[in-house]
């Protein structure tokens, strides 16, 4: 049973570049949710997805924007990317009725450069 | 104020000894809480649940106190592969999304 995959794993930018994150859940989960975790710091909350609608977002510009597709999967995206965009960005996948279910991908790794 | 506020270490401590870390949270949204253990460079793995009456999980004990609004972790007879970051975490909102503590590193030396 595949658990939380993301793509790529690691990734260079430019600042001002744009950037796609990729998930698939973890088998039989209808829900995805994506976190910014800077280096030395706990993972930040930037939004959920579930039915292919955002369900809540937590205090990101709105440089970040997602989308959440019918199979499930989704997309991070990021623009005009600052250096301060610089780290892990964590999918996390759980079923909606199970609330706190979380099963973590193991993040890709960004780099503004 | 970060809404979940934990003492970031690093604690270092010779395997078979016991150790407690402490978190204090802000925010009275969250109804839940958690600690999650990440191993470097790893994604946050699920430790424990945290209850009002305490529990217990192996040499692994959570307490949590609402009226202080302190939640505890505590390890006994640690061992060399309990080094980790071990994060508090708070749960809550209408997406029962997670809020991270910055994490605590531990460090067990043979």
């Known amino acids: 049973d595949a658990g939380v995959t993301q793509s790529p794993t690691h990734l260079i930018k430019t600042r001002g570049q744009q950037v796609t994150l990729r998930c698939s859940p973890k088998?039989?989960?209808?829900?995805v949710s994506w976190y910014q975790q800077a280096l030395g710091q706990g993972p930040q909350f930037i939004f959920q997805?579930?039915?292919?609608?955002?369900?809540q977002r937590g205090n990101f510009p709105d440089r970040f924007s997602g989308h959440q597709f019918p199979n499930y999967s989704s997309e991070l995206n990021v623009n005009a990317l600052l250096l301060g965009d610089s780290a892990l960005y964590l999918c996390?996948?759980?079923?909606?009725?199970?609330?706190?279910?979380?099963?973590f991908g193991s993040g890709t790794r960004l780099t503004v450069v | 104020r970060k809404e979940v506020e934990q003492d970031p270490g690093p604690f270092n401590v010779p395997e078979g000894a016991t150790v407690a870390f402490n978190c204090t949270y802000s925010?009275?949204?969250?109804?839940?809480f958690f600690w999650y253990r990440q191993d470097c460079r790893k994604e946050p793995k699920l430790l424990m649940s945290?209850?009002?009456s305490g529990n217990e999980d192996g040499r692994f004990t959570a307490q949590l106190n609402r009226a202080s609004q302190y939640i505890s972790l505590l390890i006994r007879e640690s061992k060399l592969s309990d080094s980790a970051t071990y994060l508090c975490?708070?749960?809550?909102?209408?997406?029962?999304?997670?809020?991270f503590g910055s994490g605590t590193q531990l460090t067990v030396l043979p």
């Open positions: 975490v708070g749960g809550g909102g209408s997406a029962r999304q997670l809020t």
């Open positions: 925010n009275s949204a969250s109804q839940s």
């Open positions: 997805y579930y039915e292919e609608e955002e369900r």
């Open positions: 088998s039989g989960h209808d829900t």
């Open positions: 996390a996948s759980s079923l909606v009725q199970d609330a706190y279910g979380y099963t």
């Open positions: 945290v209850y009002s």
